[in-house]
């Protein structure tokens, strides 16, 4: 290894930059340039191309090519000193790129003006055509009459000309659609039905059921869900026990019976309606997987 080879080598590494990196800076082959380092220019691809690459490696090292062909020009082989053209460098300098971007900056300004100007002049123009609009005279007269209106006497004429028996008939119209109104039954609302949660604790809930002669119960798994459902009465007798999943529903009329008991295994997957609504769990599935629900059932006296 020459010289120059251990300069170069040492400047690489104390700026972390490795061969790999170094090829894409410079676009010049690792092998090209790990011959640089090692003071072998045979491998490169002719005489010219030595001083070339040893200039494209000082500058991506931040070195000045000038003061190394200098010092160690004794590590050049003399029949590689070729002048090398101007252009030859493939790598920019930082200095390049900033006076690029500062004739950019220098621009905006200029242009951010332009804008400002033209856009006075817009303002300034729609002004005028708004106000040239509005202080134009209205095209009637105050005097002419529209071809809409009609004299006073005009009218007072033929309301004198209506017959007077008009207004008898629209008073026996009124009469009898009063009488229809009142001949009408008034159907009265049927009611609400009530479900009312009586108390709670530990993972079961108590509610009554009011303001009704029916008691349907509707229990299913939502899609894609599955859950566990136990039905009894207060005497023990089963309805249902199981596994219920992907949409699956019961449905029952408990209509005669005075106390339903649920046992269900996963709220979260399970919905539940009576009479048609659907029943809000005593405590949030999210919390109690697991819940027990009592439906005490009073039917309304007719």
């Known amino acids: 290894m020459t010289d120059l080879g251990l300069r170069l080598k040492e400047a690489r590494e104390a700026k972390n930059i490795s061969l790999d990196e170094l090829q894409s800076l410079t676009k010049i082959q690792k092998r090209y340039l790990k011959g640089i380092e090692e003071g072998n220019y045979s491998v490169m691809p002719g005489k010219f191309y030595v001083r070339a690459f040893i200039k494209q490696y000082c500058e991506a090292i931040g070195l000045d090519s000038e003061e190394i062909f200098e ?122 039905t009530e479900i009312i949660l009586k108390e709670k604790s530990g993972m079961s809930g108590v509610y009554e059921l009011k303001t009704t002669d029916v008691f349907t119960l509707d229990i299913s798994a939502i899609p894609n869900g599955e859950t566990w459902v136990g039905i009894k009465n207060a005497k023990g007798k089963t309805f249902y026990s199981g596994l219920m999943k992907d949409g699956l529903s019961q449905q029952f009329d408990f209509s005669k019976e005075t106390d339903i008991r649920l046992n269900i295994g996963r709220t979260l997957d399970t919905v539940v309606k009576i009479n048609g609504q659907v029943l809000e769990f005593p405590f949030d599935p999210n919390e109690k997987v697991q819940q027990r629900i009592t439906i005490l059932f009073s039917p309304t006296v007719q």
């Open 71 to 192: 010092e160690y020009k004794q590590d050049i082989p003399v029949s590689h000193t070729e002048e090398l053209p101007s252009q030859l460098s493939r790598v920019r300098s930082k200095k390049q790129i900033s006076t690029k971007g500062s004739k950019v900056l220098d621009v905006i300004p200029m242009i951010l003006l332009t804008v400002f100007i033209v856009g006075g002049l817009v303002a300034i123009w729609f002004f005028w055509q708004t106000k040239d609009i509005a202080d134009e005279p209205s095209t009637n007269s105050p005097n002419e009459q529209t071809e809409f209106e009609q004299p006073e006497d005009s009218k007072l004429n033929k309301e004198d000309e209506s017959p007077t028996g008009t207004e008898t008939d629209e008073t026996d119209i009124a009469t009898d659609e009063v009488a229809k109104e009142e001949e009408t039954p008034v159907e009265e609302p049927e009611p609400v």
